[in-house]
């Protein structure tokens, strides 16, 4: 469901060499406050993307310890407003419980300032270790790369939005999902990949990979994550804590590996 266009078009007016040139049409990506409640309580607003909300939902209450399993989600409704769109989620009522605790907690301790809400510990917040993975093939993920591009319309219309993409064995692109925000982006691929069998498989992204991408994927049973950019070093020490398999600079036969490299199969 598209609860509104992805772009929209605005003239332009194009300079080359200093000079203007004359005046065209331009696609530009749409981003657009999304607010989620759980339960009828109003939790956080992001800007995103006006598309596959439902997976951004999935994918966002599991990565952020929200919800404990896809099970604890009972029902999502996406609804267009005049100023954004609010994504209702029904929870389970232990969650709800947990929620609440947490919002309490958020009141009465000073922010970091991080985002304006969260506190240190709840921003680098604990996420249990992956169990023993095989190994990925260099070939596999070389070959995920290689089709990421063609498989972004929206980034090919509007050269604005963040991809992530989530690959088999033999590096097969089984989905993808695109929004201006690349943490959105992965959320919406967990999301959408929740009852895909993990082992062998891996997540790639057209961006960075930062702690908070990290974490993600970690909290989603997803063991490698291979990014066309580099990692930061938070990053980079809780995929050796949490046993992923991080790659940076991951580019057509070019790429860095900074955790796990045993379970790179080269």
């Not at 300079?15 to 109003?42: C, F, H, K, W």
């Not at 029904?90 to 809400?117: F, H």
């Not at 982006?185 to 993990?198: C, M, N, Q, V």
């Not at 960075?208 to 950019?229: H, P």
Request: aromatic share 4%; with cysteine; hydrophobic share 45%.
């Amino acid at each position: 469901m598209t609860p509104g266009p992805t772009h929209v078009a605005r003239t332009v007016l194009p300079i080359r060499d200093g000079a203007p040139q004359t005046e065209r049409e331009d696609m530009l990506a749409e981003e657009v406050p999304v607010a989620l409640e759980y339960n009828g309580i109003s939790h956080a607003t992001v800007l995103a993307t006006p598309a596959d909300l439902a997976d951004f939902a999935r994918g966002f209450s599991l990565t952020e310890g929200i919800v404990r399993s896809p099970a604890d989600i009972r029902g999502i409704e996406v609804i267009p407003r005049a100023d954004g769109i609010v994504v209702q989620l029904e929870i389970a009522a232990a969650c709800e419980m947990q929620l609440k605790a947490r919002r309490r907690a958020m009141a009465g301790r000073t922010g970091c300032g991080l985002c304006g809400v969260e506190t240190l510990d709840q921003v680098v917040r604990p996420v249990p270790p992956l169990g023993p993975r095989g190994a990925v093939s260099l070939a596999a993920i070389q070959a995920a790369l290689g089709d990421l591009r063609a498989a972004q319309p929206l980034h090919q219309v509007t050269g604005a939005t963040h991809a992530a993409g989530w690959a088999d064995a033999r590096g097969s692109l089984r989905c993808v999902r695109e929004d201006v925000g690349r943490h959105n982006a992965l959320d919406k691929l967990i999301g959408a990949t929740l009852s895909e069998p993990r082992e062998g498989a891996f997540a790639v992204v057209s961006s960075r990979a930062s702690f908070e991408m990290v974490q993600k994927c970690v909290a989603a049973g997803i063991d490698t994550l291979v990014a066309v950019s580099a990692p930061t070093a938070l990053a980079v020490r809780l995929a050796e804590e949490a046993g992923l398999l991080l790659v940076g600079f991951a580019r057509g036969a070019t790429a860095s590996v900074y955790a796990h490299r045993a379970r790179l199969d080269a």
